[in-house]
């Protein structure tokens, strides 16, 4: 019984009239933990009624702590029937049990109802208390932190990264149960709700208890997904990277190393789970000179065994079909698993020399790459990415049946494992020994489902590696140069006589050493130092396929069929759409392939940007094919005057003006454009030519497209489709916008839905491919327009998500986040700019000067007149008016939340004096909130507020790791929410676009609460994973599943620090003129 | 190929005033849009057709769902489902608790019942204020109306607390809750000249002095009904008009004041005793709700009028009333100066108001 779990309900407000006769409402409280209910009285006749209860206890196992939601259901009793349920409230206690986080969850809760939505809020105050459990076999895993954001996070220091966990848990759908037809709608949605929301726990809790077993203390880059698989069950899976953090406190350097304990603890065990701590790091800070005592382990590793004998096309080393056309569609084979038997006992050898070898390290920074050298992070400490080769994905088709043993969900976890296989042996083909950036997902269209994974082929830094790592490949003769770090990542990993696949190399524009490829495709951020030209901008492949209805198993063969056909039609349209940019790297590459009765749709998103080290992209020329005709040259020869236009045009927009370079330092000649090697639309015939190729050469040069047919024309005129976002306007899908470093700190994070039906069944795959395009299009029209106040602005972090919801239908679903940046500054060259993105920031800039300004009281008075007073205006001053918001009310909650962080860390454990400073936290509304006042004071109370403060506390929320202009004090916990909503009165409420449009209004207003309740003002990473929308416009009929994530977290504007530092400077000063 | 569900939503409400005000006339999405595009959407950012009808949908979805909250602008402030910065939360209320001059002057002093409201489709005809728009005008009144009948307190403060309104319009709606509650008449012909700014000011001098919160102001309803007891002693000023010698004494009094300084002075000395019965009666009557339903029209046909038949300008107007009101306190018999002040004071600056070159 190693905890006790105390909630009380304090009140409620604009409760909905369930009683028509007195228009009120008679309001009580159940409150319940796993199978304890406790009620509140009931507060008769009233819509904002005062419970003011006692403290319900629930002594529980702490693993039911990690596992169940606190429920609580708010009814109208009723004496003479059954109590009508108005909502309720399910509150993730996870963030409470680790010590760093949230002590307490406190503040208004909307009460949530899957048929009306939100109906009123509750005030409610929930917190644990852990008794230690030192029990070696404990099922708990109490204390892991998790977090969305996909690098290390800011204010904390990766002192070991362990590697790659996973885990999924499936169970039957309450949906697809017997029971379902005889409950009301309400109860299995619910049912649904709850039931995920235990599964998520359990799975965090198993992951949790992975990490531990590997000796870490966090998962960063989590990503949990819901496979709604219909019939066949409900599965919840997660990946994610396990990390050792350590958090950056005042003590600045002097690395106090409590987790090296348990950690190498854990590696003398290796018996249980084979862990091979195989490379470690230096701190990763970017200001040390590269150490000297590099490549320890090139000795000993010798070219590696190469196997190509799957043909990997140049960056996605496609879907394998061969693979999925094989009767495995079928049924999971499990034995796949089994292969990495011999792997395994060859790594617990490696593990031993590891371990040694680190008993002599200082610095203990160890990274531990696991059966799977797979990493969920897309941006990396400065000098943690060596080389990167390119992108590898695998796909596999499978037909689902029923899961008939929940408990043994082995056929999923084989599926997933023969996949990962699959990305590992691509990787290896280029050279590589870890995949970055990875990420998996499903779509399942009936019992067809898609299993997908992709990542990027990367070398990680030898540096930080420890002798006999098991995947050392590629040539070692690259590492004996440590490579800049400006280019060091374009350099290839693979051998460059025995490439894997054809491609042009160069020697790096940079450096003039290394080997490049004329292209890069990768699905990571752009490292934070790597030198660039303009700006980045984002491109989009689109493509739809018709496919005939089919059932079982012939289904599943047509598609995988497909696959490769369009894997293939999208890397071209991406080639071809990037140089026609003149870029000549993607970075955030995500292909999507989406199932549906008769047609797939492909989308591959990502961010373009002109890499200097890499040679330019040479223009596109047309050729036709029939020269003789004189019609079809004079067409092509405006089709080719077109592209040359729009490629001018683009290099302008996007200022790609990359330097100029001269001869004598190339020691080749520089390509003219006259001289053409002709590419045809495949990469495989000039694998011949490669060898004779002189390699120094830059042969680069332009691509050619072959008009031959009507496909072809076709896909010239969508190259030239793409309109170019407005002027002010840019956009990318990565973290930061490549080529703009000064943002301003104004965002809106936004989601957009949108669903077109397709009337003509008798559709070609042109038309519907111009279909799909347009609706792509404009949808990112739509955005421009309605965010044109925020001008200069960025669209960051787009994340398209394509769906086939029923026949004719084509679902497109964007989160993205628009953020102003300073036009002025844009030119700027990123080495003078602060960088923002994460790691590699100065880490003692990140200490938080909290300390500092401990007890002086004077920071009390202060504060205290900052909420009555006026902002100052000087610091707000380049904020754009007409988008950011209420610069007052947040900036005076952000000065709260960082008083009350502070009283926290003085007075942690009594309960009075943080719950009084949670209570000003909350601005406005705190007095109304910590004591229950009568209508008549809280009418006086109002009336001497003005109109400035709202008495809601503003919640940020953005896709990105970050918010421009603040700094992160602190990590909440993961939020991990999935809500359903169902609709009877689909007319009512405004058809599906108004039911739509109020539940992602709800989902957004829950979110926001929680983050608040937990002391929180903003969600970082924030996605929206799913949405799933069914409709039945016939029957008035609609339901909707959403599930979104991310990390609540606590900034505070740097201007704010700033005014705390000298604040705390100013009344040290006084004190000392005072004694 | 249709558009089946279109929808974009912010963590931050994302509106521009430009729709809000089609929205709030009554425009139907079809016709905003149109309106939109003819002011030149079209120009900015590429748009097209399509992209500013979307918008305009989810605008006015927005709008709708907003729409709840506007009834009671106190919750606006403390709902969850939308993160409105304050400064747009005034914008909300403020513009969709304006209303159109023309269509309040329709109803004004009406009662705000059922069937005012069915003869809505008649005003909005006769002021062009779209119907859509007449409803949600009148819907306000009324709602502000309900809320304020049974507080105490002062009007004023009552409305800008519980709606949150610029003092400027919960003013305005304190005479319109003024208006309606006392029925005042004031859609005769003869008032059609009158402005609803007019006849709001009118509303709050009567408010600030006439009212039982002008003396009292804890007292339920003190800022909506007269008060009886001054009525009353307001009967005790007949004394000015029946009192033959008061009378006379009264009018040489004033004339002496006036002679010289006006060049209406024959006109005044002439209708001096017509214009003080008009105004002594009205203060007479006053205790007749019937007669304070007539208050404006009676100070138009027995005041305004005669002086503007005989082409009184506004000074004159002036002139006269205040040495009219001054003089008073000198005659020896007359013994109510304070209810003639608190009387005077009022119609003179309701005259004043009133009296339009």
Redesign the interface.
Known sequence: MPGKLKAKIVAGRHLPVMDRASDLTDAFVEVKFGNTTFKTDVFPKSLNPQWNSEWFKFEVDDEDLQDEPLQITVLDHDTYSANDAIGKVYIDIDPLLYSEAASVISGWFPIYDTIHGIRGEINVLVKVELFNDLNRFRQSSCGVKFFCTTSIPKGYRAAIVHGFVEELVVNEDPEYQWIDRIRTPRASNEARQRLIFLMSGELQRKIGLKVLEMGGNAVVGYLQCFDLEGESGLVVRAIGTACTLEKLSSGSSTHTHPNTAPASNACNSPSKDGKEPVFGEDLPSSSGPPTPFRALPTSSSSPPPFSPSKPCSRQSSSSDTDLSLTPKTGMGSGSMGKDAGPLKTLLRQQTQTALEQRGASSSGLLLNAREFPFFTLTSFPSGFLLHVGGVVSARSVKLLDRIHNPDEPETRDAWWEEIRQEIKSHAKALGCHAVVGYSENTNICEEVCILSASGTAAILNPRYMREGCLDIAGSDHRFEDPSPSSCGFCHIPYDELNMPFPAQLTYCFHCRRQKVPDVLFTTIDLPSDAAIAGKGCFIQARLCRLKKKAQGEVNATAISNLLPFMEYELHTQLMNKLKLRSMNALFGLSIQISVGENMLLGLASATGVYLTALPAPGGIQIAGKTPGDLNNEQHIMNIQKRINDTIAKNKELYEVNPPELTEEVVGSPIPEPRHRSRLFRSHSESSDELSELDLSHGKKDAFVLEVDDTDAVEDIHSLLTDAPPPKGFHSCNTETMPGIYNWTSALQMFTSVRVLRLSNANLTNQALNKIFTDLCENLLKSFYFKLRSMVPCCLSHLNFSVAVPEEELIQVAVTAVAMTFDKDQTQEKPAEKPIMKGCSEGEEQLQFPLELCADSSSVNSQSSSRISGVPESSSLSTRAASVDYGSFADRCSTWLELLRLKAHTIRRGSVKTSRRTQSLAHSVSSLEHSSPITEGRSRLLRSSRSFGGSSVSVVKMTPLSFLPGTRIVKYLGIINMFFIRETTSLREEGGVSGFLHSFVAEVFAMVRAHVAALGGNAVVSYSMKDCVLMENPNKNQCQCLINVSGDAVIYIRETDLEAIASTVGLSSTNSDGAT | ????????????I?M?EEVYQLWLDGYTVNDAVKVRMDGGALD?????A???Q??T??QY??F??CERLLHSP??L???????????R??TLIERYYAFDDGFVREVLGKKLSKGTKKDLDDISAKTGVMLKSCRRQFDNFKRVFKVVEELKGPLV?NIR?HF?LSDKLARDYAAIVFFANNRFETGKRKLQYLTFQDLAFCAGQLINNWTVGAVDNMVEDMDVDLDKEFLQELKELKVLITDKDLLDQHKSLVCTALRGKTKAFNEMEANFKNLSRGLVNIATKLTNTKDVRDFFIDLVEKFIEPCRSDRWTAADMKLYLTHYTNSAHILDTFKHQVVWDRYMGVIKSCIFKMYHD
């Open positions: 190929m249709a558009v089946e569900l279109d929808v974009f939503v912010g963590n931050t994302i521009s900015e950012f590429e748009a097209n399509d992209v500013v979307s918008d949908m989810d979805r927005t709708q769902m106190t919750k402030a403390n709902q969850l489902l939308f993160q409105i910065p304050p400064h939360q005034a403060e607390q949150l």
